[in-house]
């Protein structure tokens, strides 16, 4: 479940349309927004009321963090839903969610069937904290995607559940089956047999829990069962709040044989031990520009090379590794390019885990891996508004009582996050 920033143009081009629009937008598209801000902005002194340049123009301020110039632009066309909506996602993204609530709802008021605005408007509740009015917002889009578990839902409130047959399938990226697949192991616990149809690459780990009966990839002929959900729509089928998610940790294995070679593997290693991940798979980095980017250059981890004592292991795997032979020998960091290759994605990586003193990454599918084995976890979360699984100005997490949350204070600040993270890690390694 993502919310969708509108980029681009409120009209189509058309022939007469001034070319220096066309270059403004393909400089977006490269990520040269201070390019493109020249062009709109020069469209803009012979073309004042130019629609397409304010509301471009306001999204190549909002991915440099200007929060209050790109409010400004789409202020000069408020007209458009378009620029309304994105004029909500600017107050989310800087922190002002009373605002972007109000902007959501402002919408709704005039636009009732504009969906975006209803589903951000839910994740914007829940993000914070109000699980009551955030979840019964999300039951307007479980509909109208043909995901309210109607079924499941009946058995739930019959409590006819035992012994029923229940598929569970995957929503959103490979993160979000690894934190929801918790839901599993409650509804085995009431009695249900199983199935989960998952991603391909996470049959090996889960395969690997006791509360799961059959799992198989989702692309695969499906057997019967007498009802099914999304993972993702699991926390609002059980009207869940930060008191009541399931919170039994570990519920993700590493595989004992995996962990035992890795503890001989690092045996020799008598220091606090750190593994590392530093990027998110570009693909699954839904909104595309820079301020909602989730990644931190491997280059600021190096900071932490002056605290004596510690050794740091890669637990990257493909975009991101290029960066390695970028930053200073210096800093030493133990890599495997074998990693989960012969075992399976995310087999190693767990196993790793497991010997490790801590993990410290960005937010990506690794934090909820770790979270979910119960190793001890640092995210660092970048200036966008938390995530609706972290909830805003919170350092902790409901989901994963061993993360901890450090957070940009303002856009792209990854220094001043690194200077946070050494003031505790010293802290932290001095008290080993």
Known sequence: MKIIIFLGLLIPLTTCTTPSLETGIEYQKEERFID???????????????????????????????????????????????????AAYTHKTIGNLDKAIEGYTAIIKTNPDYEPAHLALGFAYIACGDFERGWKQHERYLKRSGKNADALRLLLDNNTLAGKNILLRPEGGLGDTLIFIRYAQRLKDMGAHITVACQKQLIPLLLNCPYIDTVLPYQNPLPPYDADATLMSLPAIFNDTDQ????????????????ASWQQKLAADTNFKIGICWQVDVHNDASRIPIARRGCPLNYFTTLSTIPGISFYSLQKYDGTEEISTISTNFQLHTFDDLDEATGPFMDTAALMKNLDLIITVDTAIVHLAGGLGCPVWLLHPYATADWRWIAHRTDSYWYPTVRIFKQQKPFDWEGVMKKVKEELRRLVCQE
């Open 244 to 259: 009541t998610a399931p919170k039994k940790i570990p519920y993700l294995y590493a595989d004992p044989t995996l962990v």
């Open 36 to 86: 493109a801000i020249n062009c709109y902005k020069e469209i803009l002194l012979s073309e004042p009321l130019n629609g397409n340049a304010w509301f471009n123009l306001g999204n190549c301020y909002l991915a440099l963090g200007n929060g209050e110039k790109a409010l400004a632009a789409f202020g000069k066309v408020s007209h458009a839903l378009s620029a309304q909506y994105n």
